[in-house]
């Protein structure tokens, strides 16, 4: 067995017996590309990073995403977000799954926002999140929510903050309740130029210390575009990749651990015009 081997199978040992490793897991290869500094974007994965993104959307809008942890299948997460528009606000539908066969977690969520002012937008999103574990025969799961803000004081800077499980909800078992994380993350992106875009976030839950993520963007010819990104600690470094032509983008992200190695990703996204 080799040495990276064997730190997968302890981490998924870990994982999988553990009911505290259920997690609001973040989607989207751009984001993912970006070390999930992705708190002030405003893209189909609001549903997942700040639902006060998704409030500027004035037609049909839908994404899909798949990331393999580490390139191990039993630790892959595939999701999907649609945005649909409706009067002066917008709902969005999301979903996603953490693992397969006897172990899976999943989310339901449904979303709204809307622009409160020219430069404001705030949204809010119910939640559903699901675990099946090899010993039960049913999933078991609770509802929460989670909400965030943008600001966008000129068109260069964007800032934006989101909060996750404000109840501090948790999966019920017969010995105990375990408690999903309250998270608080604020920070924001800059546009430098055209071709350049820089973006940053802090992240503090209940649970873990402060983590800082940054990202930046480069777009060295029209509809191609470069990205980079590192957080830490401990240090995760990433990259990516994505393409836009008319209404469709694509992404791929790459993330880098040292000791477990890459998880790639890759996300498409399409809005209606």
Known sequence: MTAKLFVLTIFALLLFNNLNALENYPAGARSAALSHASVSFSDVWGTFHNQAGIAGFDKFAAGVFYESKFGVDLLSLSAASLILPVGSGSFGFSYFQFGTGYFRENKFAIAYARQLSQKISAGVQLDYFAMVLPENARAKGFPTFEGGILYKPSEKLHLGAHLFNPVRAGMETPSEKTEM???????????????????????KDN???????????????????????????????????????????????????GNLGITPSVSIQINMK
Do not use: C, W
Request: hydrophobic share 40%.
């Open 207 to 257: 649970q873990n210390p402060m983590l800082l993520k940054t990202g930046i963007e480069f777009l060295p010819v029209e509809k191609f575009v470069i990205k980079t990104g590192v957080s830490g600690r401990p240090f995760k470094y990433t990259a990516g990749i994505g393409y836009k032509t008319g209404g469709v983008t694509a992404d791929i992200g790459f993330g880098y651990h």
């Open 181 to 203: 994380p309250l998270i608080l993350r604020a920070g924001g992106h800059y546009f430098f130029s055209d071709m350049v875009m820089a973006a940053f976030e802090i992240q």
